[in-house]
């Protein structure tokens, strides 16, 4: 006679798989973040004249 366990998670298992999901989320949510100018070069997404005015500003205020 065969014997096959049941599959059984504990609540300390479901917990740590919990963990896993959120930290894999907000992991993914801080690549994209970091990552999101080269995203917007990449489909071809230029920046607004109004920020390209205001950098140009900047600078000549400090030289």
Do not use: T
Not at 35 to 47: D, E
């Amino acid at each position: 006679m065969h014997f096959a366990p049941q599959l059984y998670l504990d609540p300390g298992s479901g917990s740590i798989l919990i963990q896993i999901a959120i930290a894999v989320l907000l992991g993914l949510g801080v690549a994209l973040r970091a990552s999101w100018s080269s995203i917007k070069k990449l489909f071809g997404v230029k920046p607004k004249p109004e920020e390209e005015e205001d950098n140009d500003d900047s600078e000549n205020v400090q030289s």
